[in-house]
């Protein structure tokens, strides 16, 4: 199968490699956009092995403009979609933020050294509770039910270490 589909793919390259770049312009009059689409198409019927899209030695023609005319359209749908606002374009330019990667680092350093200070306290359940509800991926049902507690303690629970690290941690982001 893999055999046949190279031997299609080489036919349809040697063949039609053209009349496919120019159906593909004809669509977007853009020579590299149109490169990119018959590309595209060589990769998904390298990929796809489907024999009901084969036709004489090579690939039925009529499924291949139709590929490229689909693979144009969403591209535009696509693009409408994505819109470059001036905010987004001005922090292209800017600089990586050394200073503020660092006290982001610094803040989190501190957070956990905040939650195993509170797990050697009074509040070591509480701490606890938060750690494997913010960093195992839990939802505080899913938690309540591993723990056999109500939802509304550990809601509590998870709220009150929230508030104290709000408390007793500045925001890096506030800077």
Known sequence: MHNEVNQRLDVLYR??????????????????????LVGELYIYLGEKKNPKLYYLDSFNLKYCQLFLSSRFINKVNRDKKMVMTESFKDSMDEEYDYDGDNRLEDTWNELLGELDELKTSKMWSSAKLYEMYQFEDMTMEELSKKIGISKSTTFLNIKKVREHLRDNINNPFDE
Not at 15 to 36: E, G, P, R
């Open 15 to 36: 063949k039609h490699h053209s009349w496919l770049t120019a159906v593909a312009y004809n669509l977007c009059k853009n020579v590299d956009t149109a490169n990119d």
